[in-house]
């Protein structure tokens, strides 16, 4: 087969039209995992709000009250993580199986 010129510009406009569909598909994937992402996390963030919240209002005399308050809400936040972690690494070997 001779490669024309023609031939060529075909091959190159492929070329780009498979990047740019390509690249507007994962634009798409990552709009929607975004969504997913904040609607999951909304929680976590209304509690590190409250934390910070917390922070500013803490003074000499309820210092260690509202330490321990913190730390409370941060041990909380880290097991919420951890048991995230363990059900999605749980799906994936039940998956395997």
């Known amino acids: ?3 024309t010129a023609k031939h060529l510009k075909i091959i190159v406009v492929l070329i780009i039209l498979g990047f740019v569909i390509g690249i507007y598909l994962q634009d798409k994937e990552h709009q929607k995992s975004t969504q997913h992402a904040w609607k999951a996390n909304r929680y976590n963030l209304e509690r590190f709000n409250k934390i910070t919240k917390f922070n500013k209002a803490m003074n000499a005399s309820n210092w260690v009250q509202m330490q321990d308050s913190i730390a409370l809400q941060l041990d909380t936040l880290m097991i919420l993580r951890f048991r995230k972690e363990m059900d999605s ?3 994936k ?4 199986k």
């Open 1 to 3: 087969m001779n490669l």
């Open 89 to 91: 690494i749980g799906a």
């Open 93 to 96: 070997t039940a998956g395997s």
